[in-house]
């Protein structure tokens, strides 16, 4: 019986499959990884690696994987339907792009018995966790389904034809929707069962937050929209020279603009009554690295942990997901500074610029808005969007 399936075929997928590969003994699940890519390309490349080289950077060791081709399919296929049946446990690892989120929610919801199974959404989503929390309350077949959303991934990747570069985190954050929040978190910790090298439940460790703060804690919309459309940047860009994102594309001077930006992003989570940390608080939490004493320092020291190169061309701009998933995300958090009432004048500023930034370079901005009819939806009083993203299975009228 296939225990797991695994939607989305891109690197932190793939890397989750052959790390629940590698885990297998403890836990005993058998995963199958779905390619969302309606054309199957993907599934075909995943299917040329089966034997693959795990190279865990924090503990230096290297284990070989050797999977079968029958662990990877189509999300589209029947293969992928009766794998989707039978899964207990069903992990997206598809970005919160708009179109793909909603279609995915569409297919789910139209073609899979979701009761009693968790889907963990790793990268909750901060553009969507309100429409999917709102998904969730309005649909009758998923009330007695288990849905944990993800801060961020597992794990911090590379994977480099045959071999994955990778680290489990120390932690991350999770919120918890389900009608039996402490099996589903159970369910969850027994995947990453090698907690007891860490002296922690599971590997990652799974800190319990509530939906409204876990809301604030990503921040794409400042770290890789910041980054890729600062002027210097897109200059380096335009010229095909790729850099390390985090480390050389964060200058003293733009980082001193994005620490303004992730204070602010704090300052809208304690008015709506949310728990946020600082994007170097952050850090520290998932990788263990010592505090610096400033935002740029801080960046500089990831070095070691953050690899990720930047677009070589504004073409392969134009289509990433740092625009395609992040600027929806920062319409997102403009939507509830307006709902609540919050100003805030650099984020504001900000977003001028980057407007201003996407139209220069051609990038198709309208599909960044394509939540914005669904928020529209949404009460946006202070007090209902806090209940309805910490707890979306409650109807209205319970609370």
Known sequence: MTDIVIIGAGHVGLTLLADLQLTKPFHGCTAVLLAFDHTGVLDQRARDRTRLTMENLVTGAVEGVVLDPAQFGSLWSEQGHEALQRAGTIFVTVPDIPDLRLDLLDHLERTVDLAGKLIVFVRGGQGGQPVLAKWIRDNPQVQDTSVVLVEDSFYGT????????????????????????????ATLRGMFPLGTQISRPSWPDMAVTDGIDLQFNPLGYIIHVGVALDPANLAKTREGIRYTHYVEGISPELATRLDLLDQERVMLAEAMGAQAQTFPD?????????????????????????????????????????????????HTIRWLASACGIDMPYTSA??????????????????????????????????????????????????
């Not at 994977?159 to 990778?166: H, S």
């Not at 120390?170 to 039996?180: A, G, L």
């Not at 960046?299 to 395609?324: A, N």
């Open 282 to 330: 952050i850090i520290q939490r998932q990788y263990g690295l010592p505090p610096q004493p400033t935002f740029h320092t801080m960046m500089q020291s990831c070095r070691p942990i953050y690899r990720s190169l930047s677009s070589g061309s504004i073409e392969e701009l134009r289509t990433s997901r740092v625009l395609l998933e992040d600027m929806p995300a920062f």
């Open 158 to 185: 590379r994977v480099l034809g045959e071999r994955i570069q990778f680290k489990r985190k120390i932690s991350v954050n999770v919120s918890v929707y389900s009608p039996e929040p402490d099996a589903a978190l």
């Open 350 to 399: 900000y977003f001028d610029d980057v407007l201003d930034r996407l139209k220069e370079i051609g990038a198709d901005w309208p599909r960044y808005t394509a939540y914005l009819p669904y928020l529209d939806k949404i009460d946006g009083s202070t007090a209902e969007l806090k209940e309805l993203l910490n707890h979306p299975h409650r109807k209205r009228t319970e609370v």
